[in-house]
């Protein structure tokens, strides 16, 4: 196999047939692009946000609106990379041009820990409101609640396999009903009067605390700024889809920024309405199913609000199933590009990566099982949050630096679109989303699983270093990309 090396990489050269079976299919308009968005990120409206409750509404609200401006700067950046280079590989691919074959793996192997492990948050969530439906305020039988996480894979599992097309058309569906119950809910909680100003102030304050406004001081903002993320974390997926996009070039920034919008106002109307319904922000806090909880405070016990507990599932299920969507695009693009190994990247017959989607399941669903048996098991949904945090803020810094880097070293880079915000966007962006790492440390009973993931990012890098890094794949449209411009910038200089 004939090899070459330029730096401290090898590529391998492959025959057709190498990408023939690894080979995507263009199936979605901006609009299916926009939905796929949204239905990644908008399970954080139904579970997680709450978390951040126990530090002060106000240092949740305060924490919210920095992330909203952090994601903000990312996806103007984002829309702009996305439409300039336009592949499967998404984050991977920009950092791949900006910092080379190392920075690529980083990057890449951070928003793989980022996918893989945001499934297994929201199977929580699932598992929380499934619970509810079927036990109420009963604690559940033994194993029940593992076997609702299993199921869940296991169907969105086999959607995500049978084709593109069908997962972005469910995806729409069930985005649109998701979409639907939050806005019946904040209608419902203004109508009935069941929301009140009063109920989101109502955490304890101790005696010490020198702010009854921000009880734990500037800290708690920090300290709330990992469940702020949960609002909007995901949107950033999009660019995975960019190779199974109809037109990218165009329909990628319309798709990214109708999407964020949409995401702010959601993010919003749940932030008020939903802390204050029921028993306040002391309850919702610790919350398995807030919005389910919000929908009892408004309408009471029943069958009515058993059907829209029921109904708002279709929220948890819209992330859960892009997301796997998401996880199964970049670890095929890095396996295929031999950063990760080869046999994750082989597509079915209907062209779909399903080794990849069924390892990413196999991942996260162990990682769940796991934290569950290692501690008290309502730690599970926070430990898991702050380990997806973790890969996705080093993955946000590392694409706001490719961002900069790119405008500088390759200003005649072809830029169909450009973000309004420029460099100054992604420098704001880049300072957020450090800020945001550091946060994923302040929660002393989720810190064990953020080491946890910083250790398996030391033990990637060292496996890129002693293997992957001899076995790269020339061919593979990432790579390809970022060696002809290598090789132009090397000829004009």
Not at 11 to 26: A, I, S
Not at 28 to 42: D, K, P
């Amino acid at each position: 196999m004939d090899t070459k090396k330029p730096g401290v990489v090898s590529y391998d050269q492959v025959g057709d047939e190498y990408l023939q079976n690894r080979k995507l299919r263009k199936s979605a308009g901006w609009i299916l692009l926009w939905a796929l968005g949204v239905g990644a990120v908008i399970s954080g409206d139904y579970f997680g946000w709450n978390f951040g409750l126990k530090y002060g509404f106000w240092s949740l609200a305060i924490a919210t609106v920095l992330m909203a401006a952090m994601y903000i700067c990312m996806v103007f950046t984002i829309a702009e990379l996305s439409a300039a280079l336009p592949h499967a590989g998404g984050f991977f691919s920009f950092t791949r041009n900006a910092f080379g074959p190392t920075g690529g793996f980083i990057c890449g192997l951070t928003d793989t820990i980022e996918y893989v492990i945001t499934p297994a948050v929201i199977v929580v969530g699932i598992g929380g409101y499934v619970n509810k439906l079927v036990f109420g305020d009963s604690p559940p039988p033994v194993g029940v609640t593992f076997l609702w996480w299993f199921l869940f894979y296991a169907v969105f599992v086999a959607i995500n396999i049978r084709g593109v097309e069908l997962t972005l058309k469910i995806g729409l569906v069930i985005t649109g009903i998701a979409a639907a119950v939050l806005v019946l809910f904040y209608v419902s909680a203004i109508s009935t009067g069941a929301f009140s100003w009063d109920k989101l102030h109502n955490i304890p304050v101790a005696e010490t605390a020198a702010n009854s406004w921000l009880p734990p001081g500037v800290w708690g903002i920090f300290a709330a700024l990992p469940a702020a993320m949960w609002f909007y974390l995901a949107i950033e997926q999009l660019p995975l889809a960019a190779e199974e996009a109809h037109d990218a070039v165009n329909d990628m920034p319309k798709a990214l920024i109708w999407g964020m919008l949409t995401l702010l106002v959601l993010s919003l109307c749940t932030l008020v309405l939903n802390t204050g319904v029921g028993g306040g922000a002391a309850e919702m806090a610790v919350s398995d199913a807030p919005l389910a909880d919000g929908f009892l405070a408004v309408f009471g016990t029943g069958t009515a609000s058993w059907l829209l507990i029921l109904i708002s599932l279709t929220g948890l299920v819209a992330s859960f199933h892009g997301i796997i969507y998401a996880y199964g695009r970049v670890l095929f693009a890095l396996s295929r590009a031999g950063y990760f190994p080869r046999w994750m990247s082989l597509t079915s017959k209907n062209h779909t990566p399903y080794v990849a989607i069924i390892l990413g399941a196999f991942i996260g669903f162990a990682c769940a099982v796991m934290i569950d048996f290692m501690g008290d098991n309502s730690l599970v949904g926070k430990s898991l949050l702050s380990m997806a945090v973790f890969g996705a803020v080093i993955s946000y810094a590392m694409v706001m630096l490719s961002f900069i880097k790119l405008r500088i070293a390759r200003p005649n880079m072809p830029r169909p679109y450009r973000s309004p915000l420029g460099i100054s966007g992604a420098v704001v962006g880049l300072v957020l989303s450090l800020i945001a790492l550091l946060a994923t440390f302040a929660d002393e009973a989720a810190r064990p699983g953020v080491w946890g993931v910083a250790i398996f990012v030391f033990v990637g890098i060292v496996y890129f270093f002693v293997y992957s890094r001899h076995h790269l794949v020339a061919q593979a449209p990432e790579e390809e990309d970022a060696l002809i411009a290598q090789a132009e910038h090397e000829l004009s200089h």
